[in-house]
Nanobody, 127 residues
Framework: QVQLVESGGGLVQAGGSLRVSCAASGRPFNIYVMGWFRQAPGKEREFVASISRSGGNTAYEHSVEGRFTISRDNAKNTVYLQMNSLKPEDTAVYYC????????????????????WGQGTQVTVSS
């Protein structure tokens, strides 16, 4: 199984930007569909973004589309989530997740499809 470690979370003011990263190890990175999810206190874990194995396809949750960008560097075994125009409602623990897929174009929005998860990184947006 692939191991995932998130980093880059922190405290930012509303309207600011932050980039979180997720480093993978243990298995070839380019066989995995990658996703970002978040969980706010008292709420269910929700989908944020997903990227296909090659990076050619992406998907976003509606509320972050146009503000967040998911990308990956397969040479560095890392997936990124660039977050711009942050809002207080973006405050959550952000998790990256990996799903082995034989298909290059697949993106996934359902948490249950992902088999590997990181420990999460806290993002707090102050108003």
């Amino acid at each position: 199984q692939v191991q995932l470690v998130e980093s880059g979370g922190g405290l930012v003011q509303a309207g600011g930007s932050l980039r979180v990263s997720c480093a993978a190890s243990g298995r070839p990175f380019n066989i995995y569909v990658m996703g970002w999810f978040r969980q706010a206190p008292g709420k269910e874990r929700e989908f944020v973004a997903s990227i296909s194995r090659s990076g050619g396809n992406t998907a976003y949750e509606h509320s972050v589309e146009g503000r967040f960008t998911i990308s990956r560097d397969n040479a560095k075994n890392t997936v990124y989530l660039q977050m711009n125009s942050l809002k207080p409602e973006d405050t959550a623990v952000y998790y990256c997740a990996a799903h082995f897929s034989p298909w290059q174009a697949t993106v996934l929005q359902v948490a249950a499809e992902y088999g590997s998860w990181g420990q999460g990184t806290q993002v707090t947006v102050s108003s």
